[in-house]
Every structure is written in C-alpha cells, then in structure tokens.
C-alpha cells in the first residue's frame, strides 16, 4: 500500500488546521493532544475515496461495520489520558485504523494495541510502518482480557462500548494509572474515566458518546 502523507486540497495540512481550530472551540485544551493531531494525517486511516471527508469532525467507515473515531472524540478521550502527565505505557482496546494508536504514539513512550479483526489489524500495521511509529506493539486479540502480559499500564483507552466495565482492564492498571472507556449496552454510553490510587479506585462519568459495541472472540 501507498500512502500519500502529504495530501492536498482537501487532505491538506491547511485543511487539517481547521479541525485543529474546530477542536478548539469545541473545548479541547491539551496543546500536545492538538499538535499530535495537526501532525498525523488522518486521511491515510480511511479509504481513498472517503480521504476528502477525513478531516469533517465526524466518524467514517473503515468496514466490518465498524467506524474510525469522530476526531472530536479521540481529542477528548486522548486529552483525558494525558491532561498534566505523559504516561508511559499504554493500552489501547480496539485498533481499528489505528488512528488513535498513532495519537497515542506521540504522547507516550510505548503504545501496546490490541484488534479483533485480523484485515483491520493489518492495514492499521501498514500505517505505523509508514508513519514510522516505531514504539506501537499490536496484537491480534480479544481485548476484554486487555494485554496482560505487558501490564500494568499507566493508560488505558478502549474504543468500543462494553456493557459493563471489565475488571482485568481494573487490574491492568498501574498505581495512579488511568482508564478511559464507554460503557453502557444502547445505542448511547457513558463515558467513564477510572483512576486508580493504590488499591481504591476513583470512577466519574463525563459526557454521553456513541461506539461500537466492545465484542468478544477474533474474525480471521
Ligand atoms: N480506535 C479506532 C476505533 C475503531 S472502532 C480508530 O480510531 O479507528 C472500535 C474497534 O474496536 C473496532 O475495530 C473493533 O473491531 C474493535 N473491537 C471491538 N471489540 C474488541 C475486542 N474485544 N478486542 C479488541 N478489539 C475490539
């Protein structure tokens, strides 16, 4: 595959800095977040012909019916993870294009991602290696039962919804480590952030947001 990071007219770096100009509007703070998204290209994360929408503040298509995230989204859930603190290792549930993997990236020292859907998880490996990531693990995998082995993190981010929140993401936590994660069975869920301090765990819920649902087992 052949990535054109560059981009123009509309995949432009101009027309990139106005959703960095819409994000802020809308509230998000983090410059850090808003300069990883003015410098990874998000139009190289969905098809070709959806390339001219990939900087619309809105979800698209990446198939297996599943969606890369609204910018606005990402910039939220990201600013959530890192606001006063770089995290060090960190989990992501739910690779999909690998957009907010790539986010990840730059705002931490090692990204451990896993996905369920072998052609998803595939394309998303093409796109670290163009862009050159060289601190992303990913995995093929169930993600419910996060990535022990390489546990505790510091953060977890999960991109689809779960109907309750599962306790192995709970236990994966490092000491003052965070999770942010959608939970809720409807269409709609609630955003949830979970800190962890010791053995308590503080959990606040922020605003409402719509996922795919988080879904067990993996498609080959
Ligand atoms: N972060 C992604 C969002 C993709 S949508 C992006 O920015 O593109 C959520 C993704 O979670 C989908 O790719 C879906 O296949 C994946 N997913 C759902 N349940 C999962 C599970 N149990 N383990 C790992 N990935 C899962």
Known sequence: MNFDLQGIGMTSRRTRLRLIER???NGIQNEAVLEAMTEVPRHIFVDEALAHRAYEDTA??????????QPY????????????????RVLEVGAGSGYQTAILARLSTQVYTVERIAPLLEKAKLRFKALKLNNVSAKLSDGRWGWPEQGPFDAIMVTAAPEQTPSELLEQLADGGRLVIPVGGGNEQMLKVYKRQGAEIEESSLEQVRFVPLLGGVVR
């Open 23 to 25: 994000l802020r509007k």
């Open 60 to 69: 698209l298509p990446i198939g297996h019916s599943q969606t890369i995230s």
């Open 73 to 88: 989204i990402v910039a939220r859930m990201t600013e959530l993870l890192c606001s006063g603190w770089k995290p060090k």
